[in-house]
């Protein structure tokens, strides 16, 4: 937060950074998971005018996290699935209010063909934002 919007200058090496740090579990407390989504939060909110274009590779590692966090059975206990579900609907909203509604247009088919209840009441937040 302290770059501000100079944190676009660093934004092709910061989104390698989430997308990885997205895919790896790391333990029943998340941690790092958690806190990535912090990042992927703020840096959204300064550097919105250049997340459109970063659109399919986010909502591509969101999605998947939102469904691998829904399907793991490990040691996570179910207050920390909860944070992380909520952290990735966050920024799934905030990507949408940046990009002038492009997510909830995206979503619109993987919400109807979509069978899991967690998952699809997450996408249903983000098409019910505003």
Do not use: F
């Not at 770059?3 to 090496?13: A, Y």
């Amino acid at each position: 937060s302290r770059l501000g919007i100079h944190i676009v200058r660093h934004l092709k090496r910061l989104e390698r950074v989430i997308l990885g740090y997205l895919e790896v579990p790391d333990g029943p407390e998340e941690k790092a998971r958690l806190g990535i989504l912090e990042t992927l939060q703020c840096t959204i909110e300064h550097a919105w005018p250049r997340m459109p274009c970063r659109l399919p590779v986010l909502l591509r590692a969101l999605l998947r996290l939102l469904w691998d966090v829904h399907t793991e059975r490990g040691p996570t206990p179910e207050p920390v699935r909860a944070a992380l579900l909520h952290g990735a609907t966050q920024c799934l909203i905030l990507l949408d209010h940046c990009s002038q509604g492009q997510v909830k247009v995206l979503l619109e088919g993987v919400q109807s063909s979509c069978e899991e209840n967690r998952v699809r009441e997450c996408l249903r937040k983000v098409q019910e934002s505003t």
